[in-house]
T-cell receptor, first 114, second 110 residues
Framework: DAGVTQSPTHLIKTRGQQVTLRCSPK?????VSWYQQALGQGPQFIFQ???????QRGNFPDRFSGHQFPNYSSELNVNALLLGDSALYLC?????????????FGEGSWLTVV | QKEVEQNSGPLSVPEGAIASLNCTYS??????FFWYRQYSGKSPELIMF????GDKEDGRFTAQLNKASQYVSLLIRDSQPSDSATYLC??????????FGKGTRLHILP
């Protein structure tokens, strides 16, 4: 049973560029959440997707956008990259079954903006 | 007021002793509470979740929840060097967002 998978694992981008990160949820999970984790900080909630719709959003600018596909996989897009966007981007999957929305993380994508 | 607060540490505990990690949260309507362990350079790994007031035990780990005091704790008995990591407290708030604290760095002294 594959867990949450993310790609790419590491990437380097230049300021002003755009990046797309990808995530496949754990088998049986229908909800995907994205988090940004800067060095020394806890994960910060970006947004959550369920049934191909953005269900919740954290305090992130519109440069951060996402998508969920019919197979529940998801993409995170960041436009006009800033140096401050350098972080570990974590995808987490869960099932909204009323039992508490327990989330499981992938290994993350390390983004460096230079 | 920060939504989920943890002491950043580092918390140093001798091997074999009990490590006690604490967390407070601001949203009184929060329903579920989680502890994640994160090794350096790795993603967070779920180790415990708790929904009801009281204690929940799983092996060497015990989670404690006091909703009246808005307080969650994690006890690690018989601490091992492999327990050295950052421990993240997370709370599922009433609007169903899971919010994390900044984490507490735990160092088990051999």
């Amino acid at each position: 049973d594959a867990g949450v998978t993310q790609s790419p694992t590491h990437l380097i981008k230049t300021r002003g560029q755009q990046v797309t990160l990808r995530c496949s949820p754990k088998s049986g999970h229908d909800t995907v959440s994205w988090y940004q984790q800067a060095l020394g900080q806890g994960p910060q909630f970006i947004f959550q997707y369920y049934e191909e719709e953005e269900r919740q959003r954290g305090n992130f600018p519109d440069r951060f956008s996402g998508h969920q596909f019919p197979n529940y996989s998801s993409e995170l897009n960041v436009n006009a990259l800033l140096l401050g966007d350098s972080a570990l981007y974590l995808c987490a999957s869960s099932v909204l079954d009323g039992s508490g929305n327990t989330i499981y993380f992938g290994e993350g994508s390390w983004l460096t903006v230079v | 007021q920060k939504e989920v607060e943890q002491n950043s540490g580092p918390l140093s505990v001798p091997e074999g002793a009990i490590a006690s990690l604490n967390c407070t949260y601001s949203d009184r309507g929060s329903q579920s509470f989680f502890w994640y362990r994160q090794y350096s350079g790795k993603s967070p790994e779920l180790i415990m979740f708790i929904y009801s007031n009281g204690d929940k035990e799983d092996g060497r780990f015990t989670a404690q929840l006091n909703k009246a005091s808005q307080y969650v704790s994690l006890l690690i008995r018989d601490s091992q060097p492999s327990d050295s990591a950052t421990y993240l407290c997370a709370v599922n708030s009433r609007d169903d967002k899971i919010i994390f604290g900044k984490g507490t760095r735990l160092h088990i002294l051999p």
